[in-house]
């Protein structure tokens, strides 16, 4: 016996099933132009979070001793060498 005839029999299945709320039928052109905006929004929001990712590794560099100057360190060689140099300050 299939799942909808369990129950009242004199129900006739749902065709459809209602929305709640303010959603609406959308259109494949809205979506894949919602979709768009979406990544760009988003892809400014990472651009934003990595620039200021990056002045803060320079605003670092800047306090860190380096013995040649003109060398700039990776990220990475940044976070270490500043963990080991906090290390080495407080022994």
Same mark, same amino acid.
Request: proline share 5%; aromatic share 6%.
């Given at each position: 016996?299939?799942?909808?005839? #369990?129950?009242? @029999?004199?129900?006739?299945?749902? @065709? ?6 303010? =959603? ?15 990544? #760009?929004? =988003?892809?400014?929001? @990472? ?15 800047? #306090? ?8 700039k360190l990776t990220k990475i060689e940044t976070l270490r060498f500043a963990y080991n ?5 407080? @022994?």
């Amino acid at each position: 016996m299939p799942a909808e005839a #369990v129950g009242n @029999e004199a129900e006739p299945p749902r @065709e459809r099933r209602r929305r709640r709320g303010r =959603a609406r039928a959308r259109t494949e052109a809205l979506l894949h132009t919602l979709k768009r905006s979406r990544r #760009v929004k =988003a892809n400014d929001r @990472e651009r934003n979070r990595m620039h200021h990712l990056n002045a803060a590794l320079d605003e670092l560099r800047s #306090v860190l001793p380096t013995f040649p100057d003109d060398t700039k360190l990776t990220k990475i060689e940044t976070l270490r060498f500043a963990y080991n140099y906090i290390w080495a300050l407080s @022994e």
